[in-house]
């Protein structure tokens, strides 16, 4: 598969994963508190070099790519470079069309247990906040009556589509720089 043809694969799995969360959260009316963006201020995400080829790309398509390359080449920044704090709104994600799949999916899947159990992937504000709507899923999560996103399914999907590229986790910023250089390289020889 070129790499186009990757980019597009896994902008169709996001699509497919923004659907599958809407229905969940339809179904359980867990949400976000409005203009939150807390959980993206950890400094321990990792990310895959695949989940951000589509920014990458849409970072080359907007003539930013070398500006934004230099940006996470100069940072020694562990929180995730895409992060607005400043921005008012609903998030604090400058590039929310673009994110990747673990900022995708925290808040609203599932992982599997070492004993094969679901267990619901929130933060403590939904926890806390919606106890009730919390608990509800989890205890449906947990008897495998709710559908819920399951982290290692999705990330199984991206291994489909390139292993090499979704293999590693890296720190947020490293795995977006080199999501970066994966779409220079291709654009300088093709
Ligand atoms: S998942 Fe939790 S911490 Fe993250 S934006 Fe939503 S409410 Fe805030």
Avoid at 112 to 124: A, D, F, P, S
Wanted: aromatic share 12%; with cysteine; glycine share 4%.
């Amino acid at each position: 598969m070129e790499l186009p043809e990757k980019i597009k694969a896994v902008e169709e799995l996001f699509v497919r994963l923004d659907d599958h969360i809407r229905s969940f959260q339809q179904h359980t009316s867990l949400h976000c508190k409005a203009g939150c963006g807390k959980c993206c201020f950890k400094a321990d995400i990792e990310a895959t070099v695949l989940e951000f080829l589509p920014f990458a790309f849409y970072l080359h398509t907007q003539g930013k790519a070398d500006e934004w390359y230099e940006r996470l080449r100069q940072t020694d920044s562990s929180i995730c470079l895409i992060l607005n704090p400043a921005q008012a709104g609903a998030g604090l994600c400058s590039e929310y069309p673009h994110r990747g799949l673990i900022c995708r999916l925290f808040g609203y899947s599932a992982r599997t247990t070492k004993y094969g159990q679901r267990e619901l992937v929130t933060c403590q504000i939904i926890k806390t906040e919606q106890t009730p709507s919390y608990q509800q899923a989890a205890s449906e999560i947990e008897a495998g009556t709710l559908a819920v996103p399951v982290m290692n399914e999705y990330y199984m999907q991206l291994h489909a589509i390139d292993f090499e590229l979704a293999r590693d986790f890296y720190p947020i910023n490293t795995a977006i720089k080199k999501a970066l250089e994966t779409v220079l390289q291709y654009m300088a020889y093709r």
